[in-house]
């Protein structure tokens, strides 16, 4: 996953607009999760999609779903680029979502709260087993985000965490993970503490 | 510090108190801390004797623990403060 990210972004660096090493990340965590998840589980970028929304209400693109595979319909597929789909996914289908960032800093994880905020009206309730039609996520839900890289500097991961606290009020957040500190490329244990 | 050539990751989770947490770590100052691959931010208060703040946890084998915890709290069998897998919390030479 680190090396497809690595080589992704030295080859955006040439772009005028560097946003391919993200693409790569999600697309690399995604292919990961479905290697890993049981095979109930499936994985795709895409859309969440409610009865409950209006129709006419934009809806917001999501790096990672995960959903029920076996019972879940798709309601429809995009091709986007490098030859990744997304998929719209009824709500009740809705295992997970999971935002992915290339850096971990205050702006990224505050982009990330602000995107999983948007499924806060799926979030507000919960729908009774029985309910034919159902509007909200259901309650074994959760989200989180994922960070591949943070840059060596204390007062950086400070500023992000204190962001991130905002993100209690998301049912079932259950934080994040940052795949690696970046010196030079790598991150060794030996080199904690952070040096500012 | 003993050297070591494991990578780490860094587990993002949300902490609980019923105080306020202010400073956990002062990140002006530059020492040693006994505390090296933990990071505290302060904690906000939500409501009277509850406050909560996130903190960050370096270490090789949160990575597994982080998938593992993923599959748990979809399949509702997630704890807080158990492990939701001993998968991945060790190395084969430790058995």
Redesign the interface.
Known sequence: MLDAFDRAREQSRIHEVETYHGLVAESEFRKWLES???AR?GVTAGYVISPGIKASEKAPHYDVI?YDKLDSPILWIEDQAHGNESRAIPVEYV??VLEVKST?SSETVKDAAEHLGDLSPLMAGLDDPNERYKLHLP??F?C??VFFN?KRS??L??AG??R??S??QYR??????????EKRG?????D????? | MQKSAEPASGRISLYQSKTPIAHPIDPTSGKELILASLLMADSVMIAENLHYGSQLMWSDIVFSQFAFDLIAMMQGTYRSGFLSSFCGMGRAEDF
């Open positions: 890993f998840l049981p589980y995960i295992r997970s971990f309650s074994s959760c989180g985000m943070v204390l007062s991961c400070m965490l204190m991130l606290t993100c209690i079932g957040f259950m934080g994040g993970i940052i795949l690696r500190a790598t991150c060794f244990r030996q904690f503490p952070l040096s500012i």
